[in-house]
């Protein structure tokens, strides 16, 4: 079963337990994220990924509430629909002495609610006597503070770990901390008001009295605190403000989606919020950290890709992701990192195993694709916003990622992006199939590097020709005509190449031996994406996807179930992910495949309706459709994951065949399907330069058709049948 469940690298999952039945509930805000139980507890259970963490390390690893040493029982556990906080209702059990109950179930009223503000954790509990007699009872909180790194609770054993500090006690606090092999000292404040009846190192003790339809609240926090991070803690309902406020801030420069079916509004607004939830404030803006648990932090792919799926809803994400990495762009070559002047961050970690360098992952630069990514989110960027002022900022950087591409990215000078890992605990493969297991040939051998990814090449041609349309706006005019050259170049080599006519797809790869993995895989979706294929080739690919070796219902497999590899629980090898999808639904449509994307935006569309608070996984199994059940979840997947939730916007742009730009400022609607399930969408705050438009688009007869509700600005509003 541990073959199953473990994500085939040693920086990933080793798992004894799966987050698929373990129902947690998630708050994310900033560096500090936590996951409880459905109790609102955290304990020891199942995976053990149960607690509060800050910037890498856990500083709660335990917070259990229990009515004297009973655990109370559940009758509701929700997180918000803005995922502000977590609220839940729970009651007594039968409590009993000397054979006797004295409170019986269902007496003692108990309201949680919990919520995440800068670096610290606010609770409220309020307690209601509904019994018509008095009532006491004991109420604890036993807690724990282990101070994990993140790779610990993921399964690396370390030989060596820091050591505990004295804790500091008082009559409403308790101060526990630890000096970590990094030398930095983090601490774990817990408080308690009004003040309990005692306060240990590991349990908060309540001596609860209420007179009849008697009511009382205890607020309680948890802050992480170490000396890159001082919390200041506030009174609980100032703190639930800032955050509501934070909250509203973030909607405002978006575009908002209504629809009658209320089960596609579900989807998209726990998308939208689980966004929110998931951007962390840089000093350099915006970024969507990729995913809870095991990813919140700064992964550069991760954040590329969903600010491209969010671009014609909120473009200023796009700006925070390449700001961050620009600032983030390596300079030299540090080989134990796969770091090479002007390549773009694969990842970053603030733990103590990372400053250690104990795992490499403290800057690490071990992605493919990224750079490439990077120079087609700045040209998508500019399209959409005409923002010259500040490409000219990052063109510096620009111009770093494209020598990276045609030098270290090319080190054998065949013409295409390879990689081959130089830091011996780095990632094996750097594309985004990056388990061990992810690239090999049509009888199940792995792939010897340097690889060259079909997608890698795509992204090369588009961001090349995407950064021919910068560099002519800023007047090199020469440069320009070069990268269009460029690109043609490499369209022509990838086709004769990448094609197997064999298979009606390109290759998955080119080995080091220039040998290509003739297997069918959803890459070659993504050379739609880019606009690498020909249109007579991109017609086969998306057939081929489509096919029910492809194609489960939900969406499209990593991997066909016809090769030597497939397997519908494995990570990469035949799995469903949503972000996958989304790149494939646009790339259809940037073919004109608008009902080949909608069949794709009907099956994820489906599958939002079973899975839990209607919130895409990173990835689920890719078992085919069973009449009446619901999509297979996979054991230890991301829930939220920021691509995953941002899919719902490019899957809807994709059918929607929109297109904005500010030069001349205008929303092009070109082919436009919509299911049958979704005849009207109304979209409001879309914004385009300095103007602002609300939009209708319903079906009216065998058409869609697309009118304008509002217009502030100039703007020219063009549909095409």
Not at 471 to 492: F, H, I, M, P, Y
Not at 673 to 692: C, H, K, W
Request: proline residues 4%; charged residues 25%.
């Amino acid at each position: 079963m541990d073959d199953i469940l473990r994500v085939e690298d040693r920086y990933y999952i080793l798992s004894t337990s799966s987050l698929a039945d373990d129902r947690v509930r998630v708050l994310k805000y900033g560096e500090t994220f936590a996951v409880f139980d459905r109790r609102g507890d955290i304990e020891p259970f199942g995976q053990g990924v149960q607690g509060i963490y800050h910037e890498g390390t856990r500083y709660l690893s335990q917070w259990a509430l229990r009515l004297q040493s009973e655990r109370p029982w559940l009758l509701s556990s929700g997180v918000k629909d803005d995922n502000g906080s977590l609220a839940v209702d729970l009651t007594n059990p039968n409590l009993s002495a000397n054979g006797q109950i004295y409170l019986p179930h269902g007496t003692l009223h108990i309201a949680r609610s919990k919520f995440l503000w800068k670096g610290t954790h606010y609770e409220q509990l309020q307690l209601m006597n509904y019994s018509l007699s008095p009532l006491r009872c004991l109420m604890s909180i036993q807690f724990a503070c282990d101070f994990a790194d993140i790779f610990e609770v993921r399964g690396t054993r370390r030989e060596r770990r820091g050591e505990r500090l004295i804790d500091f006690l008082n009559q409403s606090k308790a101060t526990i901390s630890y000096r970590g092999l990094d030398g930095v000292i983090r601490r774990t404040r817990i408080h308690c008001s009004p003040q309990p009846q005692k306060i240990t190192n590991s349990e908060i003790l309540l001596d609860v009295s209420l007179e009849p339809k008697g009511q009382q609240t205890y607020y309680l926090t948890v802050s992480c605190d170490c000396p890159a991070h001082r919390p200041q803690v506030i009174f609980h309902h100032a703190a639930a403000s800032e955050a509501a406020r934070a909250l509203q801030e973030a909607r405002e420069d978006e575009a908002n989606i209504y629809t009658a079916n209320e089960q596609f509004n579900d989807w998209v607004n726990r998308s939208f919020v689980d966004l929110h939830m998931m951007i962390t404030e840089t000093p350099q803006g915006p970024y969507p950290y990729a995913g809870v648990p095991w990813f919140s932090t700064a992964f550069g792919r991760d954040g590329i890709i969903t600010a491209l799926e969010t671009m014609w809803v909120k473009p200023s994400l796009a700006r925070g992701v390449l700001a961050f990495l620009a600032h983030t762009q390596a300079t030299e070559e540090l080989p134990e990192a796969d770091a090479e002047p002007g390549k773009i961050l694969h990842e970053t970690r603030k733990g103590e195993m990372a400053a250690l360098k104990e795992v490499p992952f403290g800057s690490y630069y071990g992605s493919v694709d990224a750079t490439p990514l990077f120079v087609m989110l700045a040209g998508a960027y500019f399209q959409r916003t005409a923002d010259l002022a500040f490409l000219k900022q990052i063109w510096p950087n620009i111009k770093a990622a494209l020598r990276w591409i045609d030098e270290f990215g090319d080190r054998d000078r065949d013409g295409f992006v390879e990689y081959c890992r130089r830091s011996s605990r780095g990632l094996v493969h750097q594309g985004w199939k990056d388990s061990s297991d992810a690239v090999f040939h049509s009888d199940g051998t792995l792939a010897e590097g340097p690889i060259a990814l079909c997608e890698v090449q795509a992204y090369v041609y588009a961001a090349k020709r995407e950064a021919a349309v910068i560099a002519r706006a800023l007047g090199q005019t020469k440069l320009a005509e070069e990268l269009k050259d460029q690109a043609a170049s490499l369209q022509q080599r990838f086709e004769q190449a990448f094609w197997r006519e064999e298979l009606s797809t390109y290759a998955l790869a080119l080995d080091g031996e220039k040998r290509p993995c003739c297997v069918r895989t959803s890459n070659a979706g993504h050379c739609l994406f880019a606009g690498i294929a020909s249109p007579e080739r991109a017609q086969r690919v998306a057939h081929g996807l489509l096919s029910e070796d492809f194609f489960t219902g939900w969406g499209v497999r990593t991997l066909s179930s016809r090769e030597a590899r497939y397997n519908a629980m494995s990570y990469h090898n035949g799995s469903v992910w949503p972000h996958d999808n989304a790149l494939i639904a646009r790339g259809f449509s940037r073919y004109g495949l608008r009902q080949e994307a909608l069949k794709i935006f009907t099956g994820l569309l489906d599958a939002s309706l079973f899975v839990d608070l209607h919130r895409l996984p990173e990835l689920f199994c890719g078992f085919h459709r069973r009449t009446g059940q619901a999509p297979t979840l996979y054991p230890v997947a991301c829930s939220p994951q920021s691509w995953a939730a941002a899919a719902v916007f490019l899957i809807l742009q994709a059918c929607l065949g929109v297109r904005l730009q500010v030069s001349p400022p205008r929303v092009l609607f070109r082919r436009t399907v919509l299911p049958a399930s979704l005849r009207q969408i109304e979209i409001r705050n879309l914004t385009v330069g300095s103007a602002n438009v609300d939009l209708l688009i319903q079906t009216e007869g065998d058409g869609v058709d697309v009118r304008l509700l509002r217009k502030q600005g100039n703007v020219d509003i063009i549909s095409v049948k």
